[in-house]
C-alpha cells in the first residue's frame, strides 16, 4: 500500500489515544512516545511506528518532524465565532473598573454586539468568521465550537447558525454549531425575559429540522438567566432532542455546575464559582468542566476556576478559548494553555488532555476528533517545540509549524494558508 503522506522523525509523539474522557488523577499519565512516524492515507491514519520502520514504507510526500513534538490538532469546545463588530472602545471603561455585567446593563457589552451583529449581512458575517478560523487553525486549531447568541431574534439567530454551517463546509477546520439564544435579555423584552424565553424556544423545532445546531446553550447568570430559567430552558431543549451546555457560575456562583449534572449536560463551562457540591457532582457525572481561563484574565478576575480541586475530586476538565468580542477576544488557545499552568495550576499533562481527547468530548465529537489513532481522521500538529511542556512554557506566540486536517496540509508556517479558504 502507498501512503498519501508519512511524517517523519518526530521527537515526541502525543497520540492521546487511551481513549476518553479522561477524568481527575488519570489526566496527568501522559504517554509520549520518541523517534516515531505517522503514515496517512485517504485522509486518515493509516500507520504509526518507530521511524526506523519507515524505510519499509511507500508514500508519496514526507514531512520532517526535525525531531519536535507532533501531537492531535486541538479542538477548541467552547467560541463565539460568528459576531459582527468589535468592542475595543469597553476596554477603556474596564480600566476605569466598571464591571462587566454592568457595562452589559447599561445597554452595552453583549447587546452591542447583538446590534452590529443584526447590522451585518450574512456574507460580512461569513468573511469575518473565516478570518478568525483561519487565525485558529494557524493556532493548531482543527475542530471547533462556535455559539449564536448575538441575534436574540430569530432572523439573526438564524442568520448566524447559517454562517457557521457555510463555515463548516466552506473552511478545512470542523465547525460545530450551538443555540445560545438565549444569550442576553435584548431591550425589546427587557420588561418580559420569560416570553423572551419562550420566543428563542419556540425556534427550537426548526433549528432541529434544518441541523443548523447540536447543542442548546443559555447564560445562567446574575442579571440574565436564573437557574430556575435555565432548567426550564434546557429541561425543553432536551425534549426537542437537543444535548445541553451551560455558561454557569463564570461571574457570580448561582449553582449552575450543580444545575448542569441535574440536566445531564455534555459540558458545564466556566465554573469558576462552582461550589464543593457542585465540583463532586461534577466528578460522578459524565458532564465535562470546560475551563475558561482567558475570561477571568480578560475581566480582571482574581478568581479562576478550581481545577485543582476539580481534577482531585475525578473531573474531566477541558479547555477554551471562549473565543468572543467582550469577554475574551483571542483565537490563541495556545495562550489559553499558559493560563492553564500559570492560573489553574495544572500541569503540561493535564493540559494536553484539556485541548484534545477531552476537549473532543465536550462537543460529541470524541469518536473522531482529539486524538491520533489508526482509521481516525488525520488531524495532526506537528510543532515548533522540542517537547510537550515547552508550548505552555513559552508564552503568548505561535508554536505551530504545520497543520494537518483530515491528511491535508493545511497551513504551514512560513507558507501560510496552503489550501484556500474558499472553496
Ligand atoms: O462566555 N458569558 C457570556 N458570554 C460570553 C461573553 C460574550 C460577550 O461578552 O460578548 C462568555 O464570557
Ligand atoms: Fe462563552
Request: aromatic share 8%; proline share 4%; hydrophobic share 40%.
Amino acid at each position: 500500500m502507498k501512503l498519501d503522506l508519512v511524517i517523519r522523525n518526530i521527537g515526541q509523539l502525543l497520540t492521546m489515544a487511551a481513549g476518553g474522557p479522561v477524568k481527575g488523577k488519570d489526566m496527568n499519565q501522559l504517554s509520549v512516545e520518541t523517534d516515531m512516524a505517522i503514515g496517512v492515507k485517504d485522509g486518515n491514519v493509516v500507520w504509526i511506528g518507530k521511524d526506523a520502520e519507515v524505510n519499509d514504507l511507500q508514500y508519496d510526500r514526507f514531512i520532517n518532524a526535525n525531531g519536535k513534538l507532533v501531537t492531535p490538532g486541538l479542538v477548541d469546545p467552547h467560541t463565539h465565532l460568528v459576531f459582527g463588530g468589535s468592542r475595543e472602545h469597553e476596554m477603556a471603561l474596564k480600566q476605569q473598573g466598571v464591571p462587566y455585567l454592568d457595562i452589559l446593563k447599561q445597554g452595552g457589552g453583549i447587546l452591542s454586539t447583538v446590534r452590529a451583529t443584526r447590522q451585518a449581512t450574512e456574507e460580512e458575517l461569513f468573511e469575518k468568521g473565516m478570518f478568525h478560523l483561519q487565525r485558529m487553525m494557524s493556532y493548531g486549531i482543527t475542530t471547533v465550537e462556535a455559539k449564536s447568541g448575538y441575534g436574540l431574534n430569530e432572523e439573526t439567530e438564524l442568520k448566524q447558525l447559517r454562517v457557521a454551517r457555510r463555515l463548516n463546509e466552506h473552511h478545512p477546520v470542523d465547525v460545530v454549531s450551538t443555540f445560545l439564544g438565549a444569550h442576553a435579555i435584548p431591550t425589546e423584552y427587557k420588561e418580559d425575559p420569560d416570553a423572551f424565553l419562550e420566543a428563542m424556544l419556540a425556534m427550537l423545532p426548526d433549528i432541529k429540522k434544518q441541523g443548523l445546531a447540536e447543542f442548546v446553550d443559555i447564560f445562567c447568570e446574575t442579571g440574565v438567566f436564573s437557574v430556575d430559567q435555565s432548567r426550564a430552558f434546557l429541561q425543553k431543549a432536551k425534549e426537542y432532542g437537543f444535548d445541553v451546555k451551560i455558561h454557569a457560575d463564570e461571574i457570580d456562583p448561582l449553582g449552575g455546575t450543580e444545575l448542569a449534572v441535574e440536566l445531564g449536560a455534555i459540558s458545564g463551562d466556566h465554573l469558576v464559582g462552582a461550589s464543593h457540591q457542585g465540583i463532586h457532582a461534577l466528578a460522578s457525572s459524565h458532564t465535562i468542566a470546560v475551563l475558561l481561563p482567558g475570561t477571568s484574565f480578560y475581566l480582571g478576575k482574581e478568581s479562576y476556576a478550581k481545577a485543582r480541586k476539580m481534577i482531585e475530586a475525578g473531573v474531566a476538565v477541558a479547555l477554551s478559548t471562549d473565543f468572543n468580542p467582550g469577554s475574551s477576544p483571542t483565537e490563541n488557545l495556545q495562550f489559553i494553555m499558559s493560563l492553564a499552568a500559570l492560573k489553574l495550576k495544572m500541569t503540561p499533562e493535564e493540559i494536553w488532555h484539556a485541548v484534545t481527547v477531552n476537549a473532543a468530548y465536550a462537543i460529541n465529537r470524541g469518536n473522531v476528533a482529539g486524538q491520533i489513532r489508526i482509521g481516525r481522521p488525520a488531524d495532526i500538529v506537528v510543532w515548533d517545540a522540542p517537547n510537550y511542556q515547552y508550548v505552555p512554557y513559552h508564552y503568548g506566540v505561535n508554536h505551530v509549524n504545520t497543520v494537518i486536517k483530515a491528511g491535508n496540509i493545511v497551513y504551514e508556517r512560513g507558507e501560510g494558508y496552503v489550501s484556500s479558504p474558499v472553496s
